[in-house]
Protein backbone atom coordinates (compact mmCIF):
# COMPACT_ATOMS: atom_id res chain seq x y z
CA UNK A 1 0.00 0.00 0.00
CA UNK A 2 1.31 3.46 -1.00
CA UNK A 3 2.28 5.58 1.77
CA UNK A 4 1.56 8.55 -0.67
CA UNK A 5 -1.96 10.24 -0.23
CA UNK A 6 -3.94 9.22 -3.23
CA UNK A 7 -7.26 10.26 -1.69
CA UNK A 8 -8.56 12.08 -4.39
CA UNK A 9 -7.43 11.16 -8.18
CA UNK A 10 -9.34 13.59 -10.16
CA UNK A 11 -8.93 12.96 -14.27
CA UNK A 12 -8.23 16.63 -16.33
CA UNK A 13 -9.04 16.36 -20.08
CA UNK A 14 -5.34 16.92 -21.50
CA UNK A 15 -6.95 18.91 -23.96
CA UNK A 16 -8.45 21.58 -22.43
CA UNK A 17 -5.49 24.13 -21.54
CA UNK A 18 -8.28 26.08 -19.02
CA UNK A 19 -8.59 23.02 -17.13
CA UNK A 20 -4.93 22.16 -16.65
CA UNK A 21 -4.04 24.99 -15.19
CA UNK A 22 -6.81 25.19 -12.80
CA UNK A 23 -5.62 21.69 -11.79
CA UNK A 24 -2.35 23.32 -9.80
CA UNK A 25 -4.40 24.71 -7.68
CA UNK A 26 -6.99 22.02 -6.61
CA UNK A 27 -6.90 19.87 -3.55
CA UNK A 28 -6.69 16.74 -5.26
CA UNK A 29 -4.00 14.45 -3.85
CA UNK A 30 -3.35 12.89 -7.72
CA UNK A 31 -4.47 14.03 -11.43
CA UNK A 32 -4.88 12.02 -13.75
CA UNK A 33 -4.33 14.18 -17.38
CA UNK A 34 -6.63 11.73 -19.69
CA UNK A 35 -5.45 11.71 -23.29
CA UNK A 36 -7.96 8.36 -24.08
CA UNK A 37 -11.90 9.22 -23.13
CA UNK A 38 -11.78 13.00 -22.63
CA UNK A 39 -10.77 13.74 -26.08
CA UNK A 40 -12.31 13.70 -29.25
CA UNK A 41 -11.11 12.10 -31.90
CA UNK A 42 -9.18 15.06 -34.13
CA UNK A 43 -8.01 16.24 -30.97
CA UNK A 44 -5.72 13.62 -29.78
CA UNK A 45 -2.78 14.49 -31.28
CA UNK A 46 -2.92 18.38 -30.27
CA UNK A 47 -3.42 17.04 -26.77
CA UNK A 48 -0.83 15.10 -27.06
CA UNK A 49 1.20 18.30 -28.01
CA UNK A 50 -0.44 20.50 -25.41
CA UNK A 51 0.53 17.58 -22.22
CA UNK A 52 4.05 17.46 -23.55
CA UNK A 53 4.56 21.19 -23.51
CA UNK A 54 2.78 21.56 -20.51
CA UNK A 55 4.76 18.83 -17.93
CA UNK A 56 7.99 20.16 -17.72
CA UNK A 57 7.35 23.62 -16.46
CA UNK A 58 3.99 23.32 -14.50
CA UNK A 59 4.05 23.09 -11.14
CA UNK A 60 1.71 20.65 -9.71
CA UNK A 61 3.01 20.67 -6.60
CA UNK A 62 2.55 17.28 -4.35
CA UNK A 63 0.14 16.25 -6.50
CA UNK A 64 0.85 12.61 -7.84
CA UNK A 65 1.38 13.34 -11.87
CA UNK A 66 -0.61 10.62 -14.22
CA UNK A 67 -1.22 9.97 -17.96
CA UNK A 68 -3.61 8.17 -19.57
CA UNK A 69 -2.50 7.31 -22.69
CA UNK A 70 -5.04 5.53 -25.66
CA UNK A 71 -4.27 2.05 -25.61
CA UNK A 72 -1.29 0.50 -27.86
CA UNK A 73 -4.18 -1.14 -30.34
CA UNK A 74 -5.41 2.09 -31.28
CA UNK A 75 -3.25 4.91 -33.76
CA UNK A 76 -2.11 7.25 -31.18
CA UNK A 77 -1.06 4.69 -28.20
CA UNK A 78 2.44 4.67 -28.68
CA UNK A 79 3.60 7.81 -29.40
CA UNK A 80 1.48 8.89 -26.39
CA UNK A 81 3.69 6.41 -23.60
CA UNK A 82 6.76 7.60 -25.73
CA UNK A 83 5.35 11.69 -25.56
CA UNK A 84 5.36 11.12 -21.35
CA UNK A 85 8.68 12.28 -19.77
CA UNK A 86 7.42 14.75 -17.39
CA UNK A 87 5.05 12.54 -15.16
CA UNK A 88 5.34 10.20 -12.38
CA UNK A 89 3.48 7.51 -14.23
CA UNK A 90 1.48 5.87 -17.03
CA UNK A 91 -1.72 4.52 -16.95
CA UNK A 92 -2.67 1.93 -19.64
CA UNK A 93 -6.36 1.35 -20.37
CA UNK A 94 -8.36 -1.88 -20.53
CA UNK A 95 -5.58 -3.59 -18.93
CA UNK A 96 -6.22 -7.42 -20.24
CA UNK A 97 -3.60 -9.49 -18.61
CA UNK A 98 0.30 -9.29 -17.64
CA UNK A 99 1.54 -9.12 -21.59
CA UNK A 100 -0.17 -6.10 -21.86
CA UNK A 101 1.53 -4.49 -18.86
CA UNK A 102 4.71 -5.21 -20.93
CA UNK A 103 4.20 -3.81 -23.82
CA UNK A 104 4.08 -0.14 -22.69
CA UNK A 105 7.25 -1.33 -20.28
CA UNK A 106 9.16 -1.73 -23.63
CA UNK A 107 8.17 1.75 -24.27
CA UNK A 108 8.20 3.64 -21.31
CA UNK A 109 10.55 3.69 -17.89
CA UNK A 110 8.48 5.61 -15.87
CA UNK A 111 6.07 3.54 -13.11
CA UNK A 112 2.71 1.61 -14.69
CA UNK A 113 -0.73 2.00 -13.67
CA UNK A 114 -3.79 -0.25 -15.28
CA UNK A 115 -6.77 0.38 -15.74
CA UNK A 116 -8.98 -2.40 -14.62
CA UNK A 117 -12.21 -2.69 -16.41
CA UNK A 118 -12.61 -4.94 -18.07
CA UNK A 119 -13.96 -8.84 -17.40
CA UNK A 120 -10.81 -10.72 -18.96
CA UNK A 121 -8.95 -8.21 -16.91
CA UNK A 122 -10.33 -8.86 -13.46
CA UNK A 123 -9.87 -12.08 -13.99
CA UNK A 124 -6.09 -11.55 -14.25
CA UNK A 125 -6.39 -9.15 -12.03
CA UNK A 126 -3.60 -11.36 -9.69
CA UNK A 127 -1.00 -11.90 -13.04
CA UNK A 128 -1.64 -7.68 -13.78
CA UNK A 129 -0.42 -6.59 -10.34
CA UNK A 130 2.32 -9.52 -10.31
CA UNK A 131 3.80 -7.57 -12.84
CA UNK A 132 7.38 -6.38 -11.31
CA UNK A 133 6.86 -2.95 -13.28
CA UNK A 134 2.98 -2.22 -12.10
CA UNK A 135 2.38 -0.02 -9.06
CA UNK A 136 -0.91 0.71 -9.54
CA UNK A 137 -4.49 -0.12 -10.65
CA UNK A 138 -7.33 1.91 -11.38
CA UNK A 139 -11.08 0.55 -11.34
CA UNK A 140 -12.81 1.65 -14.49
CA UNK A 141 -16.17 0.65 -12.76
CA UNK A 142 -18.02 2.26 -15.69
CA UNK A 143 -16.73 0.47 -18.83
CA UNK A 144 -16.78 -2.53 -16.34
CA UNK A 145 -20.63 -2.05 -16.14
CA UNK A 146 -21.06 -2.01 -19.56
CA UNK A 147 -19.03 -5.45 -20.75
CA UNK A 148 -20.69 -7.05 -17.64
CA UNK A 149 -24.25 -5.49 -18.55
CA UNK A 150 -24.87 -4.94 -15.13
CA UNK A 151 -28.02 -2.62 -13.90
CA UNK A 152 -27.02 0.42 -11.45
CA UNK A 153 -27.42 0.03 -8.05
CA UNK A 154 -26.22 2.45 -5.13
CA UNK A 155 -24.85 -0.69 -3.06
CA UNK A 156 -23.00 -1.69 -6.57
CA UNK A 157 -23.58 -5.70 -5.97
CA UNK A 158 -23.08 -6.29 -9.28
CA UNK A 159 -19.39 -5.36 -9.20
CA UNK A 160 -18.41 -6.33 -5.89
CA UNK A 161 -16.83 -9.52 -7.08
CA UNK A 162 -14.63 -7.45 -9.22
CA UNK A 163 -13.89 -4.99 -6.76
CA UNK A 164 -12.79 -7.38 -4.53
CA UNK A 165 -11.09 -9.36 -6.95
CA UNK A 166 -8.42 -6.61 -8.10
CA UNK A 167 -8.34 -4.97 -4.18
CA UNK A 168 -6.91 -9.45 -3.62
CA UNK A 169 -4.82 -8.88 -6.00
CA UNK A 170 -3.47 -5.36 -5.19
CA UNK A 171 -2.71 -6.25 -1.34
CA UNK A 172 -1.18 -9.51 -2.38
CA UNK A 173 0.99 -7.53 -4.46
CA UNK A 174 1.79 -3.93 -2.49
CA UNK A 175 0.32 -2.59 -5.44
CA UNK A 176 -1.85 0.96 -5.35
CA UNK A 177 -4.94 0.76 -5.71
CA UNK A 178 -7.95 3.76 -5.93
CA UNK A 179 -11.82 3.31 -6.98
CA UNK A 180 -14.09 4.10 -9.65
CA UNK A 181 -15.82 7.64 -10.55
CA UNK A 182 -19.09 8.27 -9.19
CA UNK A 183 -21.15 9.45 -12.21
CA UNK A 184 -23.60 11.66 -10.47
CA UNK A 185 -20.87 14.96 -9.32
CA UNK A 186 -23.50 17.44 -7.86
CA UNK A 187 -24.85 14.66 -5.86
CA UNK A 188 -22.50 14.60 -2.69
CA UNK A 189 -25.19 12.78 -0.63
CA UNK A 190 -24.19 10.02 -2.98
CA UNK A 191 -20.75 10.31 -3.69
CA UNK A 192 -19.94 9.93 0.38
CA UNK A 193 -22.38 6.38 0.50
CA UNK A 194 -19.62 5.17 -2.26
CA UNK A 195 -16.75 6.52 -0.58
CA UNK A 196 -17.38 5.42 2.19
CA UNK A 197 -18.31 1.73 0.81
CA UNK A 198 -14.71 2.18 -1.30
CA UNK A 199 -13.06 3.09 1.90
CA UNK A 200 -14.62 0.28 4.04
CA UNK A 201 -13.41 -2.27 1.23
CA UNK A 202 -9.80 -1.01 1.60
CA UNK A 203 -9.25 1.42 -1.91
CA UNK A 204 -7.20 3.71 -0.98
CA UNK A 205 -8.88 6.67 -2.69
CA UNK A 206 -11.46 7.54 -5.25
CA UNK A 207 -10.90 8.71 -8.96
CA UNK A 208 -12.98 11.61 -9.59
CA UNK A 209 -14.62 13.35 -12.61
CA UNK A 210 -15.79 16.97 -11.30
CA UNK A 211 -13.48 19.04 -8.71
CA UNK A 212 -16.39 19.58 -6.90
CA UNK A 213 -16.36 15.74 -5.17
CA UNK A 214 -12.99 16.25 -3.96
CA UNK A 215 -14.13 17.38 -0.49
CA UNK A 216 -15.98 14.28 -0.03
CA UNK A 217 -13.47 11.95 -1.21
CA UNK A 218 -10.76 13.23 1.11
CA UNK A 219 -12.53 13.33 4.02
CA UNK A 220 -13.86 9.62 3.45
CA UNK A 221 -10.66 8.25 2.52
CA UNK A 222 -8.32 10.51 5.42
CA UNK A 223 -7.95 9.28 8.80
CA UNK A 224 -10.62 10.50 11.00
CA UNK A 225 -9.96 12.24 14.27
CA UNK A 226 -11.26 9.39 16.26
CA UNK A 227 -9.27 6.62 14.37
CA UNK A 228 -6.09 9.15 14.83
CA UNK A 229 -7.16 9.25 18.52
CA UNK A 230 -7.40 5.51 18.71
CA UNK A 231 -4.02 4.67 17.00
CA UNK A 232 -2.27 6.25 19.42
CA UNK A 233 -3.84 5.09 22.60
CA UNK A 234 -3.70 1.67 21.20
CA UNK A 235 0.08 2.45 20.65
CA UNK A 236 0.42 3.13 23.93
CA UNK A 237 -0.59 1.09 25.69
CA UNK A 238 0.60 -1.74 23.64
CA UNK A 239 4.07 -0.43 24.50
CA UNK A 240 3.13 0.18 27.90
CA UNK A 241 1.95 -3.75 28.06
CA UNK A 242 5.44 -4.70 26.27
CA UNK A 243 7.46 -2.55 29.13
CA UNK A 244 5.42 -5.06 31.98
CA UNK A 245 5.84 -7.89 29.91
CA UNK A 246 2.11 -8.98 28.53
CA UNK A 247 2.02 -9.65 25.02
CA UNK A 248 -1.46 -7.84 24.32
CA UNK A 249 -3.41 -4.89 25.41
CA UNK A 250 -6.73 -3.79 26.25
CA UNK A 251 -7.88 -0.61 24.79
CA UNK A 252 -12.06 0.43 25.43
CA UNK A 253 -12.66 -3.05 26.11
CA UNK A 254 -11.16 -4.49 23.26
CA UNK A 255 -7.98 -6.66 22.72
CA UNK A 256 -5.19 -5.37 21.67
CA UNK A 257 -2.18 -7.12 19.72
CA UNK A 258 0.78 -6.49 17.19
CA UNK A 259 -1.53 -6.81 13.99
CA UNK A 260 -3.64 -4.02 15.75
CA UNK A 261 -0.36 -1.78 16.17
CA UNK A 262 0.56 -2.24 12.43
CA UNK A 263 -2.72 -0.60 11.51
CA UNK A 264 -2.65 1.89 13.95
CA UNK A 265 0.83 3.13 12.82
CA UNK A 266 -0.32 2.75 9.06
CA UNK A 267 -3.20 5.23 10.17
CA UNK A 268 -0.94 7.57 11.98
CA UNK A 269 1.53 7.57 9.07
CA UNK A 270 -1.33 8.61 6.49
CA UNK A 271 -2.21 11.31 8.84
CA UNK A 272 1.11 12.56 8.60
CA UNK A 273 1.82 12.26 4.85
CA UNK A 274 -1.94 14.10 4.13
CA UNK A 275 -0.40 16.81 6.46
CA UNK A 276 2.85 17.39 4.46
CA UNK A 277 0.68 17.07 1.26
CA UNK A 278 -0.68 20.75 2.49
CA UNK A 279 2.52 21.99 3.21
Not at 4 to 20: C, G, M, N, Q
Not at 50 to 71: F, H, M
Not at 159 to 184: F, W
Request: aromatic share 4%; hydrophobic share 45%.
Amino acid sequence: MSQRPVRSVLYIPASKERALEKAKGLACDAIIFDLEDAVAIDGKVPARTLLAETLPTADYGARLRIVRVNGLDTTWGREDVLSVVNADAVLLPKVNSAADVDAIAALTTLPIWAMMETPLGILNAAEIAAHPRLKGMVMGTNDLAKDLNTRHRPDREPLLTSLQMCLLAARAHGVTIVDGVYNAFKDDAGLKVECDQGRDMGFEGKTLIHPAQLEVANTAFAPSEAEIDLSKRQIEAFEQAERDGQGVAVVDGKIVENLHIVTARATLAKAHAIEAMKD
